[in-house]
Nanobody
Framework: VQLQASGGGLVQAGGSLRLSCAASGRTFSNYNMGWFRQAPGKEREFVAAISRGGSTTYYSDSVKGRVTISRENGKNTVYLQMNSLKPEDTAVYYC?????????????????WGQGTQVTVSS
């Protein structure tokens, strides 16, 4: 499956962004989807994940309460709504698809990755 992330940009602290990830090539609803991020000099880390049908979601502690992951299987798209953004949220954000039975927070379980979209939060 091919993944195309978009929606990143420059925003002031306290602002909001909605990232989108469009999938193509395979049946989107067969995959759990995740968002990860990587800041300069740091390892890629889990942000959020959603099950195939959208009924189950997981969030990292660092974003819980500020971020919402959702998906529209009819549009082959997964979203990441980010509110109350902080400078420490600055990173390249990646979407990923996982064919596993259960949702994973481990990036090594994901099979397909998008190219990433830059999010920069100014203080």
């Amino acid at each position: 499956v091919q993944l195309q992330a978009s929606g990143g940009g420059l925003v002031q602290a306290g602002g909001s962004l909605r990232l989108s990830c469009a999938a193509s090539g395979r049946t989107f609803s067969n995959y759990n989807m995740g968002w990860f991020r990587q800041a300069p000099g740091k390892e890629r880390e889990f942000v959020a994940a959603i099950s195939r049908g959208g009924s189950t979601t997981y969030y990292s502690d660092s974003v819980k309460g500020r971020v919402t992951i959702s998906r529209e299987n009819g549009k082959n798209t997964v979203y990441l709504q980010m509110n109350s953004l902080k400078p420490e949220d600055t990173a390249v954000y990646y979407c990923a698809a996982d064919s596993s039975v259960r949702i994973n927070t481990n990036l090594y379980e994901y099979d397909y990755w998008g190219q990433g979209t830059q999010v920069t939060v100014s203080s």
